[in-house]
């Protein structure tokens, strides 16, 4: 502890640093829905576009390698894009859905 009865690492101020490019808003976490969650073999991507669109669907598994990339064009409207995960092993991934520069999130538990 220093001479004012903190700890060093309390001195340092935190809030500057910038964990993302863009920020999302909670009502567009709404538009992703992924499912069943946990699943076996597939998971099912959906969620509604304004416009037609590219869209990137990148699965990471818990050491953070990529499993999964595709990416799809799409026509505005709800998609369903389906995520064969039937040859990974049982576990947790994260789902990362770039829309726009906007990316999306989600946890996926894969098991038998």
């Known amino acids: 502890m220093g001479p004012e009865g903190t700890s060093f690492i309390s001195q340092f101020d935190l809030s500057p640093i910038v964990t993302g490019l863009n920020t999302i808003s909670d009502n567009e976490i709404d538009k992703i829905n992924v499912y069943p969650?946990?699943?076996t073999?597939?998971?099912i991507v959906q969620m509604t576009l304004t416009q037609n669109q590219e869209i990137e669907f990148i699965l990471y598994n818990i050491m953070g390698e990529v499993v999964?990339?595709?990416k799809v064009s799409e026509q505005a409207g709800t998609i369903n894009q389906e995520i064969d995960m039937a040859s990974l092993s049982n576990g947790v991934?994260?789902?990362?859905v770039n829309e726009d520069n906007k990316y999306l999130t989600q946890k996926i538990i894969k098991q038998n």
Do not use: F, H, I, V
Request: aromatic share 16%.
């Open 37 to 39: 969650n946990p699943t």
């Open 68 to 70: 999964y990339d595709k």
């Open 93 to 96: 991934y994260l789902l990362k």
């Open 41 to 43: 073999s597939n998971a």
